[in-house]
């Protein structure tokens, strides 16, 4: 039967690897590697995953941080469990052995979520071009949001991008900020009311937000309890987060905002297929953001009051120790 490892190296999008039966995988940071984890505490040649006759084994290539199955450190052993906790090094790695057919419904899965990407895509081109108003089959249907859906046709982009990358990622909330006076503002949120962006007790991830701002990267944590600077944030324990994403929205090296969701609840690891979508998703909001003049003015002010600055979400979650 053929074996799935996910890899979950730290603040990265997880990576899964299939291996047929009767085959094997070689893990390292080496490039020629199977499965290439680049983090200092693997070595270039790691271990080794192999099946035969027997079952799958593990064996472990001479590494200077060692192998673990389960938390025990090995040399050469027989994975006799369907599914167990792999660790090379600091890197945690998920191993699981499955039927042809449930390895086959995953790999549609992937091209279902391939296709719902596309979908994404279509919906906002539409959407801008003015084209396609009564939705096809395969748009993705409205999420539910906390805010009512806006109607400027700037606004209602930057809705329909923040509901693309919270489904896309397996969230369930999440917001859009956008540049705006040398600074960002909230221009989309959902299941979340943007004021309270602006009180102490916001409970998502303000420093993942501030990372990806400033390294220009996407920030991805599929385990937040093992990442110590936000597993220690009481914004974030408060709020019982599991996982999260943030995009930057980038054109020509300029920052025109980002995009934040998360969820609280169980769900499947972001990997790096999803953030393969996620980021040529991004990348084509950005080109329509800019195309319709959304990056200097996305929408008017509304009667009720400005959209809530970054600098003042920020000055919110400060605290003395």
Known sequence: MPA?????????????????????????????????????????????????????????????????????????????????????????????????????????????????????????EAGRLGIGAAPSADTPAPLPTAVPPARETGAGLADD?????????????????????????????????????????????????????????????????DELWLARRASVLAGGLKSLICLPLLHAGRVLGAVYADRRGPGEAISEFDLELLCAFADSAAVWLLAQRAFDALAPESPTGAAPRWTRIVGAQITTP
């Not at 271990?47 to 389960?70: P, T």
């Not at 009311?193 to 007790?201: F, I, S, Y």
């Open 4 to 124: 799935r490892l996910i890899a979950y190296p730290p603040e990265a999008a997880a990576i899964s690897r299939w291996i047929p039966a009767g085959s094997r995988l070689r893990i390292g940071r080496d490039a020629d590697c199977d499965l290439r984890i680049e983090h200092p505490t693997v070595s270039r040649s790691h271990a080794e995953l192999r099946h035969d006759a027997d079952g799958w084994h593990l064996l472990d290539m001479g590494s200077k941080n060692g192998s673990h199955v389960d938390g025990i450190e090995i040399s050469d052993t027989h994975l006799d469990r369907s599914d167990c906790w792999l660790r090379f090094g600091d890197v945690l790695c998920e191993f699981s052995v499955h039927e042809e057919a449930s390895a086959q419904e995953q790999q549609q899965r992937q091209r279902e979520r391939r296709d719902l990407s596309a979908a994404w895509t279509r919906r906002i």
């Open 161 to 225: 991008i923040l509901r693309g990358v919270v489904e896309l990622a397996g969230c369930s909330r999440g917001f859009l900020l956008l540049a705006q006076d040398n600074d960002f503002s909230v221009r989309a949120s959902l299941m979340l009311d943007p004021n309270v962006l602006q009180e102490h007790g916001f409970s998502g991830s303000v420093g993942a937000v501030q990372r990806c701002l400033s390294e220009r990267r996407p920030i991805v944590v599929n385990w937040i309890a």
